[in-house]
T-cell receptor
Framework: EAQVTQNPRYLITVTGKKLTVTCSQNMNHEYMSWYRQDPGLGLRQIYY???????DKGDVPEGYKVSRKEKRNFPLILESPSPNQTSLYFCATGDRFHNEQFFGPGTRLTVL | LAKTTQPISMDSYEGQEVNITCSHNNIATNDYITWYQQFPSQGPRFIIQ???TKVTNEVASLFIPADRKSSTLSLPRVSLSDTAVYYCLVGYSSASKIIFGSGTRLSIRP
């Protein structure tokens, strides 16, 4: 079954404590992306990756890092989380034309 | 990247046809038009995509006029389960940056 998985699904943490949200896909897609969704602001792209070792900034990259060492994985790293990073995060993947993206189930992050 | 404009919200009733229009005046020659549906606390789900004229699949139709400056998502005979937010996106396949607009919150009543 084609899947995009995210872990953890829910996380409560404190300011400054480094965390990683994992994203994995089994569809052999080149394109992967991270979004955050906040009330009234819709979905905003954080980072995207066109292929292994190729990443680029989206609209709101500040405070986040990503890496793409393998095709199937695209972790989102918050080196020093702050309360304004409290949000619902989605990972998405797409084929080389990525007009259709497949989204993960989301990770709800709360930073105290 | 072309900016899109959609109505913030729409209401309809079960069994009705719903049309949601998206304006994209700055659409580029290579841009495709894609619509997604999102339920609360879930990731968006692809509905339909088109380049020009009309596209139809099992859940929706997409109408695109000749000038391509707008598009209309048509949902036939909606049900309560169609209550969701609908997003219109415009872009080219190799344009890596994706911009979701504010979306249209569709509410279906019995």
């Amino acid at each position: 079954e084609a899947q995009v998985t995210q872990n953890p699904r829910y996380l409560i943490t404190v300011t400054g404590k480094k965390l990683t949200v994992t994203c994995s896909q089994n569809m052999n897609h080149e394109y992967m992306s991270w979004y955050r969704q906040d009330p009234g602001l819709g979905l905003r792209q954080i980072y995207y990756s066109m292929n292994v070792e190729v990443t680029d900034k989206g609209d709101v990259p500040e405070g986040y890092k990503v890496s793409r060492k393998e095709k199937r994985n695209f972790p989102l790293i918050l080196e020093s989380p702050s309360p304004n990073q409290t949000s619902l995060y989605f990972c998405a993947t797409g084929d080389r034309f990525h007009n259709e993206q497949f989204f993960g189930p989301g990770t709800r992050l709360t930073v105290l | 990247l072309a900016k899109t404009t959609q109505p913030i919200s729409m209401d309809s009733y079960e069994g009705q046809e719903v049309n949601i229009t998206c304006s994209h005046n700055n659409i580029a020659t290579n841009d495709y038009i894609t619509w997604y549906q999102q339920f609360p606390s879930q990731g968006p789900r692809f509905i339909i995509q088109g380049y020009k004229t009309k596209v139809t699949n099992e859940v929706a139709s997409l109408f695109i006029p000749a000038d391509r400056k707008s598009s209309t998502l048509s949902l036939p005979r909606v049900s309560l389960s169609d209550t969701a937010v609908y997003y219109c996106l415009v872009g080219y396949s190799s344009a890596s940056k994706i911009i979701f607009g504010s979306g249209t919150r569709l509410s279906i009543r019995p």
